[in-house]
């Protein structure tokens, strides 16, 4: 334990739309570990707030005739509620349009330009005839000038995955009236992330959190580090300083948040802001998507470095959330609500904080499956969990009226400290499902000792032996109730009432699961946990399947239709796989050399995430022959190999066919 004071951030919720599961795989951890490093003796402030700027705001805005602050209140109250509801609890969940961060932002910015930091330029800028208005971020949608997939202003979202500067997109296109947009020339600044390369080298290797966020935050420093504009042409965000028709970046003010969210808070218990903030042994976690690493691995702690402050000492990044084994997709029906379709449904929110830590490693995919989800509840909380707890418990008020006064025999003792000590690597290592298998080992402990020790039998031949099995499983127990307290603060509260306790159980840290429960009376046990039904499960997913369903019959009615004519532009061939290798710096691409029957081509293509390269050499793939020439990531691509659906299921001939062949 350090002892200085840690704090703990989550990526802020964007106040557009609805909270739905897959926020939930970066906050519910990241209230688990606040939990349990308060339990284990830290002192910790665990911080959040709503990401209120930004074009996507605007726009929906504006569709629905209300103003952004409009938008961003609604949204904001219903995010704090939904994670009051999730049982996720912060200390501060502040807003970035609020005055705080508007003015701490302006003076972050200003010592960045002090420092030599910031500098201006001009740049070209889709802008749209049409609508009179320069067209920032989400506002445009193109070409990735990099990949060349579709690609929104700022982001190259369903290709590559890099960063775009404004005026980068090609063959821009108004989002709002689907207008042909032009480039103009317009002043913008520029922060000069390019000057932190050094720096970044020498910080990331000692970045604690997921090796994940490290390694990919390290790939990109090496390959590539733009300067980024930190300036956009809207009125809705935090003005630039000295600037009438400029706000600042949402990337510039949000993270910003952090620090004046951390403000709020100390401002209203009488701390240091500064104690978290500043200095060169700060302890501060960001917890966040994967898809945002490099903004905070790369942008954020350049920007702090630049203006003084001080450094993050972990990011903890989490893998991305399917439904169903399909790929999250609120466009395709492929979401569940957190509210609407979980907690509205009478679903504990125990549950859910269970499966999501309980599921598979922090970092990897998680699939959410009503299916799943029920045998995880029924035999692991239920049939595991809540089993040892209630049958321990209704024995021993039953047959003793309370706890026997008998100390728990040392080999118990030894067992619960094992298992403590395993939890707590776990936990310092953000190996979150590996803590909580350690949790439920224990569990299976305990109803192995019961099982074989049958105290209902015992009892029968030898009383004083009976008690000191139950004095034994209470023990257990209690550790048991202090160690899942962190994941499921409900039902632990109520199973701390049962075991004779009439305080709040955060209050006692996690070290007293081996004092002894001590001789006391016992109320009357009730089950814990109640099993989910399979009619309930059905019911569930039929809600899911009516949604997609639903999207999939919208999206037919918008499909356009082509001409034979226009079909046969395109030239389809079939293509031999001669050789694949990884595109270094990127996760998505494969270079291929094809053989279309006389001539070799080079083709990048964004299926490695499925494919290893042996699997598809010698392959015969259909290919779009006839594309534009474009470069990838740096690689000349001529063509395209086309797949289908979410996991790239590659178009192949299903008898042999000469590489070269049209494809008719």
């Given at each position: ?42 002192e ?38 939904t ?8 200390d ?61 202003g ?59 966020a ?5 790939g990109w ?12 042409t809207?009125?809705w965000?935090?003005?630039?300083p ?10 510039v ?49 350049a ?50 904080r ?41 024995f ?33 290592d ?7 298998d350690?949790m ?16 209902w ?97 919208a ?110």
């Amino acid at each position: 334990m350090s002892g200085k004071p840690l704090l703990v951030t989550c990526g802020l919720p964007y106040t557009n739309g609805p909270c739905h599961i897959g926020h939930l795989r970066t906050y519910v951890p990241a209230d688990f570990y606040v939990r349990y490093m308060r339990r284990s003796g830290e002192e910790v402030v665990f911080v959040c707030g709503s990401d209120n700027h930004g074009t996507p705001i605007v726009i929906s805005a504006e569709r629905e005739g209300s103003t952004p602050r409009e938008l961003s209140e609604r949204y904001h109250e219903h995010f704090y509620e939904t994670f009051r509801r999730m049982e996720v609890i912060f200390d501060r969940f502040g807003m970035t349009d609020d005055a705080m961060n508007r003015d701490t932002t302006r003076s972050i910015v200003e010592r960045l330009v002090d420092n030599g930091y910031v500098y201006s330029k001009t740049i070209s800028q889709s802008y749209c005839p049409e609508c009179e208005r320069f067209l920032p971020d989400r506002y445009v949608e193109g070409v990735c000038p990099h990949c060349g997939a579709v690609a929104r202003g700022d982001e190259c979202d369903q290709g590559c995955g890099q960063h775009l500067e404004p005026g980068e997109i090609k063959d821009a296109i108004c989002k709002i009236c689907g207008g042909k947009a032009e480039y103009r020339e317009q002043e913008h600044y520029f922060f000069k992330l390019s000057a932190f390369r050094d720096f970044l080298l020498d910080y990331l290797p000692t970045l604690g959190g997921t090796a994940t966020a490290r390694n990919y935050a390290l790939g990109w420093v090496k390959e590539l580090l733009h300067d980024w504009c930190i300036t956009r042409t809207m009125e809705w965000g935090v003005p630039f300083p000295g600037s009438d028709d400029l706000v600042v970046y949402v990337w510039v003010d949000a993270p910003i948040g952090y620090i004046s969210f951390t403000k709020e808070w100390a401002e209203s218990a009488g701390a240091d802001w500064k104690d978290y903030w500043c200095g060169d042994d700060t302890r501060v976690a960001h917890f966040i998507g994967g898809d945002i690493i490099y903004h905070h691995c790369i942008f954020w702690p350049a920007l702090l470095k630049g203006a003084g402050y001080g450094l993050p000492s972990a990011v903890v990044a989490s893998g991305m959330v399917t439904i169903e084994g399909k790929k999250f997709s609120k466009s395709r029906g492929y979401v569940v609500w957190t509210n609407d379709d979980y907690l509205d449904q009478g679903l504990p929110a125990d549950y859910l904080r269970y499966y999501l830590l309980s599921y598979t490693n922090h970092t990897k995919e998680l699939d959410f499956s009503w299916k799943v989800y029920a045998e995880r509840v029924n035999k692991e909380i239920v049939g595991t969990l809540g089993n040892f707890l209630y049958r321990t418990m209704y024995f021993a008020e039953k047959e003793f009226a309370g706890v026997p006064d008998r100390a728990p025999q040392p080999a118990i003792l030894e067992e619960i400290e094992r298992s403590l000590a395993g939890i707590d690597a776990a936990m310092r290592d953000y190996d979150f499902k590996n803590a909580v298998d350690s949790m439920m080992a224990l569990a299976s402990f305990g109803n192995a000792y019961i099982q074989n020790n049958a105290p209902w039998k015992l009892i029968k031949e030898d009383r004083a032996a009976a008690q000191q099995v139950i004095a034994d499983c209470l023990q257990i127990v209690k550790a048991l109730v202090l160690v899942f307290q962190p994941l499921m603060p409900d039902a632990m509260q109520r199973a701390w009432t049962m075991l004779g306790y009439g305080d709040d159980i955060a209050a006692h840290p996690i070290a007293e699961a081996t004092a002894p429960v001590g001789a006391r009376a016992l109320p009357k046990p009730s089950p814990l946990f109640a099993k989910i039904e399979e009619a309930q499960v059905n019911d569930l997913e039929k809600v899911l399947n009516k949604r997609v369903d639903a999207a999939n019959a919208a999206a037919a009615k918008k499909t356009s239709t082509v001409s034979i004519e226009e079909f046969g532009k395109l030239e389809i061939r079939v293509a031999r796989v001669v050789s694949a290798e990884p595109i270094k710096g990127s996760k998505k691409l494969y270079k291929l050399v094809v053989d279309l029957g006389g001539e070799k081509r080079q083709v990048v293509s964004g299926i490695a995430q499925f494919y290893s390269p042996g699997e598809l050499v010698g392959k015969d793939v259909a290919m779009i022959v006839n594309l534009a020439p474009a470069t990838i990531f740096g690689v000349e691509s001529r063509g395209m190999i086309l797949a289908a659906g979410d996991e790239a299921s590659l178009l192949v001939p299903l008898r042999p066919v000469r590489p070269g062949t049209p494809v008719r």
